[in-house]
């Protein structure tokens, strides 16, 4: 179930950025809701989050990036495409200052989606 407050949340802390930046986090919100349609949004540790059995995605506003996490893991031609944005602990960092890769963001959620997937499939077996 969508909650209101929790996307009035996300919108008061888009809207917290100078308008160049709220564009870019405009843009991923609407790039995981597109692959994530099911995804519970929240804030969480001050960030946006979305949720779909368990965390999907957060993302955060800098200075100077972008910062999605966590981090990306398991699939090597994802983990390839990413290397160059890769910081420290393996969180990603997208400048500002340039082209954000919105279509790979959207391979993240891809991923991330299946892998959360496979975990409660897993979970459910377990417990029945």
């Known amino acids: 179930m969508k909650d209101p407050s929790s996307q009035r949340a996300v919108d008061e802390y888009i809207a917290a950025f100078p308008s160049e930046v709220q564009t870019i986090l405009k843009k991923i919100r609407a790039t995981v809701k597109s692959v994530a ?8 540790y001050r960030m946006p989050a979305f949720f779909q059995n368990g965390v999907l995605i957060y993302f955060a506003g800098f200075k100077n990036h972008i910062g999605i996490y966590p981090p990306v893991r398991g699939d090597g031609k994802l983990l390839r495409a990413l290397a ?13 200052d340039k082209p954000i890769p919105y279509r790979l963001i959207g391979r993240i959620v891809k991923s991330r989606v299946a892998s959360q997937l496979t975990k409660a499939n897993a979970k459910q077996k377990r417990t029945s």
């Open 37 to 44: 349609p099911h995804a519970e949004e929240r804030i969480s």
């Open 84 to 96: 160059r944005y890769r910081g420290p602990k393996g969180n990603l960092r997208f400048p500002i």
